[in-house]
């Protein structure tokens, strides 16, 4: 079993859809959770950082943790076409002395938003 | 504020030749590290350095893959001989050294697409 879990999809959807993307994790030491959102050959930017349970919102994007259930979303409101791209999610344990271990990667997701 | 750069862009090599990669992480930035990143896969990291230190390197195939990060500030990584399986986009990627946990976001430079045929 792999530690993260994603849908590679792709996930079609209309201009103005909540779009939902999700993760599920094994690791029950993850207390460091990422959206990435990677576009056509481009590397990887930080789209959203929670830390441990609960939710994190930012303009249209919201993150979601839930650890109980070793469960992880994004929701996207009134997307756009410019969210077409790759979403990966990302993450990581507490490491020795304060640091964290290294990044763990979902699979992305592709989202292709249309006009 | 300037991105990573890596160079170069693009990279076709045929099986057994060895290439090699460049990266110059964010000024300021002590952290530096080299993913691989398979077609429909997510990135996965190769090594870790912090300053010119190495922090981990468990996932480098160590018999033809190389890394080294002198002064502290650039990078490359080097691939010899390479084989079929290595076509991947290689992406370097740098943060700050911090105490705070919070801090530690990586910034991703737009990677090295290598071909190996």
Known sequence: QKEVEQ?????????????????TYSNSAFQYFMWY???????????MYTYSSGNKEDGRFTAQVDKSSKYISLFIRDSQPSDSATYLCAMSAPGRGGATNKLIFGTGTLLAVQP | EAGVAQSPRYK????????????????GHATLYWYQQILGQGPKLLIQFQNNGVVDDSQLPKDRFSAERLKGVDSTLKIQPAKLEDSAVYLCASSLDSADRLNEKLFFGSGTQLSVL
């Open chain 1, 7 to 23: 849908d590679p999809g792709p996930l079609s959807v209309p201009e103005g859809a909540i779009v939902s993307l999700n993760c």
């Open chain 2, 12 to 27: 076709i090599i045929e099986k057994r030749q060895s290439v090699a990669f460049w990266c110059n992480p964010i000024s």
């Open chain 1, 37 to 47: 959102r990677q576009y056509s050959r481009k590397g990887p930017e930080l789209l």
